[in-house]
C-alpha cells in the first residue's frame, strides 16, 4: 500500500475513535440537561463512530498493513447551549467528510482501486451523517425554544435505536 495513503487510513482510525469520544462528551452534556432523547442520540451516534473506527482497522489489517494506535484527544469545548452542541457536530462531521475525501485523493492519485472502493461507503455515509446533523439544527431551531415542543422533539431523539453498519469486511 502506498505509504500516504496508508498514513492517511491509519490516522482515520484515531479520528473516528476521537468522533465517538466526543460525541459521548456530547451525549453527557445532554444527560446533564435532562435531555435524556439527544443524550441517546448521541450515545447511538458515538456508536457508530466507534463501528466506523473498526471498519478502517479491519480494512487495513485485510490488506496486511498493520494498525499503530494513538492517542485519542480530550472533548475540550465547553458549549453554552444545546444549539451548540448541535452546530459543534454539523462542523465536525463536514471537517470528517473532507477527511475522507482527503483519503479518497490520495488512493486516487496512486490507482489504488481497492482503497477508493472502501472509502465508497464512507462518502455516501459522510453525506448521511451531514444530513442528519443539519435535520437537528432545523427540528432545534423549529421546536427548541418552547419547552412543550422541545419535549417532544426529545421524546423523538430517545427512539433512536442503534443499528450495524450495512459495511460488512
Ligand atoms: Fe464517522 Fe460521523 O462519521
Known sequence: MDKKVYELLNQQVNKEFYSAYLYL???????????????????????????????????LQNENQSVSLEAIAKPDKVFESGMDVLKA???????????????????????DYRTMQF???????????????????????????????????????GARVYSAPSLVL
Open 89 to 111: 457536530g454539523l462542523a465536525h462531521e463536514e471537517y470528517v467528510t473532507s477527511l475522507i475525501n482527503d483519503i479518497y485523493s490520495a488512493a486516487s492519485e496512486v490507482k
Open 119 to 157: 472509502l465508497d461507503w464512507f462518502v455516501k455515509e459522510q453525506g448521511e451523517e451531514e444530513m442528519n446533523a443539519n435535520g437537528l439544527i432545523s427540528k432545534m431551531e423549529l421546536f427548541g425554544f418552547d419547552p412543550r415542543s422541545l419535549y417532544m422533539l426529545d421524546q423523538e431523539l
Open 25 to 59: 462528551d456530547f451525549s453527557n452534556y445532554f444527560k446533564s440537561k435532562g435531555l435524556d432523547g439527544f443524550a441517546n442520540w448521541y450515545l447511538i451516534q458515538a456508536q457508530e463512530e466507534r463501528d466506523h473506527a473498526m471498519l478502517f482497522y479491519q480494512y
